[in-house]
């Protein structure tokens, strides 16, 4: 491949956009020729070899880039980030260069033989590949230090100097998508391969589980309602329910997984070799040598970082829960308050005023969680982690403690202290039903009516700019770079984790949790597409082969889930009506139910594999063919080498 390099040419006549970079206003020249200059720059000399054109610079946008690449730097570039794509034998394999005829619709003059999204990925790698070579700072701005190796856009983007790298919508595509995913209401599947080949494997997985998890609650939501409907106090016939909920909590975690890899297998994900991981953007310290590159980068003490998460980070989370407990507690002082005020005046007021406490809870809730998000990330970026994956985990595992307490504490405490069923069927579905309506108001209703009224006044203001250059793609580009950011799906992993915990955690004394659960996700599914097509700047593609950390904490819920409702059915007059003689007998019991399901339920997660039998094969097969090409090649080193 690296003979390949010298005959791209960086001129090419049709320039297809891909990427824009948007630098500070006032950037030195200097900075800027430098940075385009090695954009443009070969390989050989340490450049990214793609193509760079300033966007209408006589009308004042001078600090905006577009940036795009040849087809055949591209077809290289997708070797070099190790793209998996279908060969014509239908087996899926790494893409090379020297092989490209062996792949399935590969042509040279096929421009469409990998999708934007793909192209867009190639040429952030790229970007984000470049390196300095001798250069000591950033010209121009010589406080902005660089040293051998340090990634360049990562230095702009610390030092201020870049404001953003966004990819470019492709609006033609892009108004295809919306009128198959959104465009109508129906019944069916998702356009999950249309939605991964827009916006990547991580956006279309999340919206695939998504999906996955409405049609999985039908099942609980249709025996539900019976449940609700004929047997509202007889807590023995829950026994059946719950029983059901906690199998069909594990079956369903397990069958995930086993569509998770059929889909990121045809996707070419499953296969991907995980690319080596540099220090993310806001990680600082002192250089030295990095034992594994050998290249000079920041080091930063384990110890120290240590001292920050126990001595700074636990003891902040601590108080927090502490503070969420505390408002929990004025929460039901506000409950007695209006079940007196009920009890004085028994009208249809005062019943309404009953579910009042717990809507004014939960949207103290949503907002508790939301300010705890923000120092969570924080406090995380200030424990300066090296690795993206390292701060990720650590704001997961934040996030995730306070913000189970924070939705679950109330009803553990009305479950197990005060052992009130009535108020917790009332409080579990004001909760989950006031919190879903939040959501959805917050994350894209609103946002969406306030980028609608910003596109009306921006699309004003460039009708009254004269120029010669194409306007639709001037005023595409400052439309969108005024556009939300999305940052991941984090947010929305979150609202069905917590989802699965009102459904799960008290299934047995609130059947319909799953039926409103099931309109919720209908909605979102609509309510999601909307913002990732209307509301938020186009994401950069990240390819990912499951749904990472989430599926352990999806898991730990559903066990979690075991031990709440045996304890609940433990509690039921019926089953205590059972040992009127010994408490010490119904504990047993309950504790040897409980284990007894945990076995049954860690047994099926073992029978049930996590890879169909034909994908095993198929992996272990290329396996073996990598390692007969790495022998056939070693032994033709070998013989070489003899013969020299």
């Not at 790229?126 to 250069?135: I, M, V």
């Not at 998702?190 to 998504?210: H, K, M, N, V």
């Not at 980068?297 to 902040?316: G, H, N």
């Not at 090296?386 to 934040?398: D, F």
Request: charged share 20%; glycine share 4%.
């Amino acid at each position: 491949m690296a003979e390949s390099w010298s005959f791209l040419d960086t001129l090419e006549s049709n320039f297809r956009p891909l990427v824009v970079i948007e630098l500070a206003k006032g950037t030195k020249e200097e900075t800027i020729e430098w940075f385009t200059k090695r954009i443009v720059d070969k390989k050989a000399n340490g450049g990214a070899q793609l193509l760079v054109k300033p966007l209408a610079a006589e009308n004042g946008y001078e600090n905006i880039y577009l940036v795009g690449a040849s087809h055949l730097r591209l077809l290289l570039g997708a070797e070099a980030v190790g793209l998996v794509k279908e060969c014509h034998d239908n087996s899926m394999r790494t893409f090379t260069y020297s092989s490209r005829k062996t792949f399935k619709d590969f042509a040279d003059d096929n421009h469409n033989f990998l999708t934007m999204a793909e192209c867009q990925y190639i040429i952030k790698h790229e970007l984000e590949n470049l390196r300095a070579k001798d250069e000591k700072m950033i010209p121009g701005y010589p406080q902005a230090k660089l040293y051998p190796g340090k990634s360049i856009v990562r230095r702009l983007l610390t030092s201020g100097i870049l404001v953003q790298i966004f990819p470019l919508h492709d609006r033609e595509e892009l108004k295809k998508l919306r009128h198959s995913w959104y465009g109508r209401v129906k019944v069916g599947y998702q356009p999950l391969d249309d939605i991964r080949c827009y916006f990547g494997e991580t956006i279309a997985l999340y919206f695939g589980f998504l999906e996955y998890f409405t049609f999985a609650l039908v099942p609980m939501a249709v025996i539900g309602i019976p449940y609700y409907v004929f047997a509202w106090e007889d807590y023995d016939k829950y026994v059946m329910f719950a029983t059901f909920n906690l199998l069909w909590s594990t079956v369903i975690l397990e069958v995930w997984k086993r569509i998770c890899a059929i889909v990121t297998y045809r996707w070419g994900t499953l296969l991907m070799k995980r690319q080596f991981e540099e220090p993310r953007p806001g990680f600082h310290g002192v250089l030295g040598i990095n034992p594994v590159t050998g290249r000079e980068e920041p080091v930063y003490s384990s110890i120290k970082r240590q001292i920050r998460i126990y001595l700074v980070s636990v003891p902040f989370v601590c108080l927090c829960l502490y503070f969420s407990l505390y408002v929990m507690m004025i929460y039901f002082d506000l409950e007695q308050w209006a079940l007196d005020y009920h009890e004085e005046n028994e009208s249809n007021f005062s019943s309404l005023m009953l579910f009042v406490p717990s809507i004014i809870y939960a949207v103290v809730i949503e907002i508790m969680n939301r300010i705890y998000r923000y120092a969570a990330e924080f406090l995380t970026s200030w424990e300066n982690h090296r690795l993206e994956s390292s701060y990720q985990n650590h704001l997961i595992l934040k996030v995730l403690v306070f913000n189970f307490l924070n939705c679950f504490a109330s009803l553990f405490y009305i479950a197990f202290v005060l052992f009130d069923m009535k108020l917790l069927r009332q409080s579990l579905a004001t909760l989950l039903i006031t919190s879903q309506i939040l959501n959805q108001f917050a994350e894209s209703l609103l946002p969406y009516w306030l980028q609608k009224r910003h596109n009306k006044r921006m699309k004003k203001h460039m009708s009254s700019l004269k120029t010669d250059t194409d306007l639709s793609l001037v005023e595409q580009v400052n439309l969108e770079k005024e556009m939300g950011t999305y940052f991941g799906t984090f947010d929305d992993y979150l609202e069905l984790f917590l989802q699965f915990g009102y459904v799960s955690l008290f299934s047995c004394v609130y059947p319909l949790a799953a039926v409103f659960a099931v309109l919720n996700n209908i909605t979102e599914i609509y309510s999601d597409a909307l913002k990732m097509c209307r509301v938020y700047k186009r994401p950069f593609a990240e390819p990912t082969a499951n749904i990472g950390v989430w599926q352990l904490a999806f898991e730990t819920m559903s066990v979690i889930s075991v031990v709440t409702n045996c304890i609940l059915i433990g509690m039921s007059p019926q089953v205590n009506a059972l040992f009127p003689d010994s408490k010490t007998d119904l504990l047993l019991t309950v504790a040897l139910v409980e284990h007894l399901l945990l076995a049954i339920k860690f047994i099926m997660a073992f029978l049930i594999p996590d890879k169909p039998r034909d994908i095993q094969v198929k992996l272990a097969k290329l396996e073996f063919e990598s390692l007969e090409a790495l022998k056939q090649q070693q032994m033709k080193l070998a013989a070489e080498s003899l013969k020299e």
